[in-house]
């Protein structure tokens, strides 16, 4: 059984502030890790994807991997009320369609 | 540059009533998916397409069905509905998987 496990809030931080959100998975064999934001009553959207072990950054979001630990993370830095949304984890299966499996998400409260 | 679209947006119905979700996309993308997405569940898969003329079932398929009538389109059929499907369904399709996925804006389905 695949399994996708997020912190699971709700996180508050104050506007400017680096918001950290957490993923750990349970198939080893993963190899693409996606990040989602899904304000709410909309559909999810992407954000990020990571494949290698490290950091990947675009602009104020990092996306790091560890696949030792089967662990993915996502920083926002100087959040905005704006980032205030559900961040969603998703790890791709090996099967021929990609299929993701999501976490349950994590709610982010930016406060002005 | 419609994206992927699904109809209807919102739908009430009785218990025991059958309906079909639909669902099309313009961007020429071999893999289609449906999702249900309860409070606190995060996003599950229901059913997918790797491409034209194959279907699987997801993590729970039970009370559905799917039809992928061709590259662009994908149905998604609850036969005799039951309040244990009331949920918010995503249709969502992808290229190669590793660029991730293009939801649907979502049917919000409520079954009284």
């Known amino acids: 059984q695949k399994e996708v496990e997020q912190n699971s809030g709700p996180l508050s931080v104050p506007e400017g502030a680096i918001a950290s959100l957490n993923c750990t998975y349970s198939?080893?064999?993963?190899?693409?890790f996606f990040w989602y934001r899904q304000y709410s009553g909309k559909s999810p959207e992407l954000i990020m994807f990571?494949?290698?072990?490290g950091d990947k950054e675009d602009g104020r979001f990092t996306a790091q991997l560890n696949k030792a630990s089967q662990y993915v993370s996502l920083l926002i830095r100087d959040s905005q009320p704006s980032d205030s949304a559900t961040y969603l984890c998703?790890?791709?299966?090996?099967?021929?369609?990609?299929?993701?499996?999501f976490g349950s998400g994590t709610q982010l409260t930016v406060l002005p | 540059n419609a994206g992927v679209t699904q109809t209807p947006k919102f739908q009430v119905l009785k218990t025991g009533q059958s309906m079909t979700l639909q669902c099309a996309q313009d961007m020429n993308h071999n893999s289609m998916y449906w999702y249900r997405q309860d409070p606190g569940m995060g996003l599950r898969l229901i059913y997918y397409s790797a491409s034209e003329g194959t279907t699987d079932k997801g993590e729970v398929p039970n009370g559905y069905n799917v039809s992928r009538l061709n590259k662009r389109e994908f149905s998604l059929r609850l036969e005799s509905a039951a309040p244990s499907q009331t949920s918010v369904y995503f249709c969502?399709?992808?290229?190669?998987?590793?660029?991730?996925?293009?939801f649907g804006s979502g049917t919000r389905l409520t079954v009284v």
């Open positions: 998703a790890v791709e299966g090996s099967g021929s369609a990609r299929q993701l499996t």
């Open positions: 198939d080893r064999g993963s190899q693409s």
């Open positions: 969502a399709s992808s290229q190669t998987g590793r660029d991730g996925y293009t």
């Open positions: 990571i494949y290698s072990n």
